[in-house]
């Protein structure tokens, strides 16, 4: 009987060591899933950092919309402005040049008054101070200058190519916020304008270099 005991024992033994070895497999694993689960957090957190924040699309897009408005406000003035140079001016190329012009320029506010359809917004201008000052320019342009010489023509181009290039910075500039933001459709609308203002641009000083400019030079003071 007390030989029959002893493995009773043994066994007791055996089962406890056997029971302890499985809490502390169960321990390590535990602590291994932790470290996992703080890694994976960890990388999460990363992850989240280096994506542009909600806020920032929308002030890129309340940026995009204010300088919208301002392009809106140069086109219209523009458009305003140019039948009063094109009275002014003294070639009948320069005159015809500027009468194209308005008629694009009608077609440009058009596809600017789309892209504010295409944003789910009504068109709306705010002031361009710069614009507004080139228009005044060209005024004194006209006032400074005799009528009927090639030098006011002259004049004319200087001020109108000003213009131009505001407006081809504008207009390059948004095209390229446009895609960025997605608005694929508005920077399609916005290339189109682009075009025709370099085109213009190029037109204007194919005739100041071929002809005007030429001209002016051979004008008497």
């Given at each position: 009987m007390a030989k029959a005991t002893k493995p009773a024992g043994k066994s007791a033994a055996a089962t406890k060591t056997t029971a302890g070895k499985s809490m502390m497999s169960k321990g390590v694993a535990s602590k291994g899933a932790a470290q996992k689960s703080t890694s994976?957090?960890?990388?999460?957190?990363?992850?989240?950092?280096?994506?542009?924040?909600?806020?920032?699309?929308?002030?890129?897009?309340?940026?995009?919309?204010?300088?919208?408005?301002?392009?809106?406000?140069?086109?219209?003035?523009?458009?305003?402005?140019?039948?009063?140079?094109?009275?002014?001016?003294?070639s009948e190329e320069l005159r015809m040049a500027y009468q194209q012009h308005i008629t694009e320029s009608e077609g440009q506010v058009e596809r600017?008054?789309?892209?504010?359809?295409?944003?789910?917004?009504?068109?709306?201008?705010?002031?361009?101070?710069?614009?507004?000052?080139?228009?005044?320019?060209?005024?004194?342009?006209i006032s400074d200058t005799d009528k009927g010489t090639a030098t006011r023509d002259a004049a004319l181009i200087i001020s109108s190519q000003k213009a131009e290039h505001y407006e081809i910075a504008s207009y390059g500039s948004l095209m390229a916020l446009a895609k960025v933001m997605g608005e694929n459709q508005v920077a399609q609308l916005l290339s189109q304008n682009l075009q025709e203002e370099k085109n213009t641009d190029e037109k204007l000083s194919q005739l100041a270099e071929s002809t005007i400019n030429i001209k002016a030079e051979a004008e008497p003071q």
């Open positions: 994976t957090k960890q990388a999460g957190s990363k992850t989240g950092a280096s994506r542009p924040g909600k806020s920032e699309e929308t002030k890129l897009r309340e940026l995009f919309v204010e300088e919208l408005k301002d392009l809106y406000y140069a086109e219209k003035l523009l458009l305003k402005t140019m039948p009063k140079l094109a009275k002014a001016a003294t600017l008054n789309q892209v504010f359809e295409q944003l789910g917004m009504s068109p709306k201008a705010k002031k361009c101070e710069a614009m507004t000052g080139l228009v005044q320019e060209a005024e004194h342009a």
